[in-house]
């Protein structure tokens, strides 16, 4: 019995011993009272363009809040976004250009004029310029066929990042005319055309459905026989 006894104020001991460390541990993390967080963002989304990008997220909580700030490049890079708050749901959008062109993870936090932040909210987003854009091809033409003052334009297969072709030529009656011509659209007719004449086109992308900026190729010329 003394053994168990003694076992017992042992196993006692130790952990009144283990728990006074928490506790100080616990301490250097809250000194100077408890940790106030303030609300952090929600449905945070990335929208890519052309050597820019744009963010946008909600904030649904914590009246407090009067500021965001974006970090990115580790840390290096950061962005400062004054906060007025409404009664409901607000949503605070920002734009960050002159961005070279790359993969980026963003950081966002919130702020209380009292200095205290939120939790870290991230996202990946990707800015597009020169590189994606120099990758771009024009629709191919499968055949050119010409009958009855009218041109017809046989498309092969669209990339799914297109949208759609930007088609340009002068009518017989030296009218220009520009037709637009969907991605699913497989056979385009130019009425009122010339034949021997021709027509430039170029071919739109988005590299991403929510993308805010369009890319173009450059303007093909094709003759009519």
Not at 6 to 12: K, R, S
Not at 27 to 36: L, M, N, R, S
């Amino acid at each position: 019995m003394k053994k168990y006894k003694y076992l017992f104020f042992m196993i006692a001991a130790c952990s009144i011993m283990a728990c006074s460390k928490m506790d100080d541990t616990y301490k250097d993390f809250v000194q100077g009272g408890e940790i106030v967080y303030t609300g952090r963002v929600d449905s945070l989304r990335v929208f890519p363009g052309r050597n820019r990008i744009k963010l946008s997220w909600l904030l649904i909580s914590d009246s407090k809040i009067t500021r965001c700030k974006v970090f990115w490049n580790d840390g290096a890079d950061m962005k400062e976004v004054p906060v007025q708050r409404s009664t409901g749901t607000d949503t605070i959008t920002v734009m960050l250009s002159n961005m070279p062109e790359r993969t980026y993870t963003f950081d966002v936090y919130t702020y209380d004029n009292d200095g205290h932040s939120s939790v870290k909210e991230d996202t990946i987003g990707v800015v597009y310029g020169d590189v994606y854009a120099g990758s771009l091809f024009n629709r191919p033409l499968k055949t050119i066929t010409f009958s009855a003052d009218t041109a017809r334009l046989e498309w092969a297969g669209a990339s799914a990042q297109s949208v759609s072709v930007q088609l340009n030529y002068t009518d017989i009656s030296n009218t220009p005319r520009t037709v637009v011509v969907p991605r699913l659209e497989t056979m385009t007719k130019l009425p009122k055309f010339k034949k021997g004449d021709s027509f430039q086109y170029r071919t739109l992308y988005l590299p991403e459905k929510n993308a805010i900026d369009t890319f173009y190729t450059v303007y093909e010329s094709k003759q009519v026989l």
